[in-house]
Structures are given as structure tokens and as C-alpha cells.
């Protein structure tokens, strides 16, 4: 069992950054790939970036590709979205994941992911 806790979100003017944090607990962390997935409101849940267990592969939604960067530490069971050049259309719950059963296979499905935080909220204003 894997607990993700986010942190880092706010209100940031368009154009700014922000930089989010999803600690885990539990010491398999670093044998899970994960993900950092948003909703905003009245929309369905949608990828937004991906990590393999080692960190050396990393997958991103064409919307947030050259903008946002995942990273990972897994000697402080902890990975980043640093998010830069927000737009408004950013403005979502941003939740972290992790998949247990493709540690290296990267995935955007919601359902490939075993694990999920609470989220944290991002708000871009114009």
C-alpha cells in the first residue's frame, strides 16, 4: 500500500510557475512509475505527465509538452511537477499516482495506476 500526498499548488497570474511535490510513503516508491494527472471542473480527469521507476523515461501530454517537467527523488520518495509558463487552461486538481504494475511501460490510462493522492488545486488567473 502506497499513501501520495501533494503539495504546491495555488494561485499563480498566467505565464508564472509553480512547482508540485507528491510524497509517498512506504518503501517500494521507487519501483513504481508515476503520474501526474488534473481535472478541472466539469471535465474529466486527463494525463498530464509520466515517470518510469528509474527516472530515465519520461512521457507528457501534447498540451503541457516543453512547458512542464516530471522528476523524481526516489531517496526522498518524492516526485515533482515543475510547471512553467501556466495558461489559464491549466487551472485544475492536480493529483499524483503511481502504477504498481508497468513500472517502466509508460501510461497516460487512469485506470493504470494503482495508487492516487488527494490532489492539490492549481488556479491560473489571466
Known amino acids: 500500500q502506497v499513501q501520495l500526498v501533494e503539495s504546491g499548488g495555488g494561485l499563480v497570474q498566467a505565464g508564472g510557475s509553480l512547482r508540485l511535490s507528491c510524497a509517498a510513503s512506504g518503501r517500494a516508491f521507487s519501483s513504481y512509475q508515476m503520474g501526474w494527472f488534473r481535472q478541472a471542473p466539469g471535465k474529466e480527469r486527463e494525463f498530464v505527465a509520466a515517470?518510469?521507476?528509474?527516472?530515465?523515461?519520461?512521457y507528457y501530454a501534447d498540451s503541457v509538452k516543453g512547458r512542464f517537467t516530471i522528476s523524481r527523488d526516489n531517496a526522498k520518495n518524492t516526485v515533482y511537477l515543475q510547471m512553467n509558463s501556466l495558461k489559464p487552461e491549466d487551472t485544475a486538481v492536480y493529483s499524483c499516482?503511481?502504477?504498481?504494475?508497468?513500472?517502466?511501460?509508460?501510461?497516460?490510462?487512469?485506470?493504470?495506476?494503482?495508487?492516487w493522492g488527494q490532489g492539490t488545486q492549481v488556479t491560473v488567473s489571466s
Open positions: 515517470i518510469t521507476w528509474s527516472g530515465a523515461n519520461t
Open positions: 499516482a503511481a502504477s504498481r504494475t508497468y513500472p517502466s511501460d509508460l501510461r497516460r490510462g487512469v485506470y493504470d495506476y494503482d495508487y
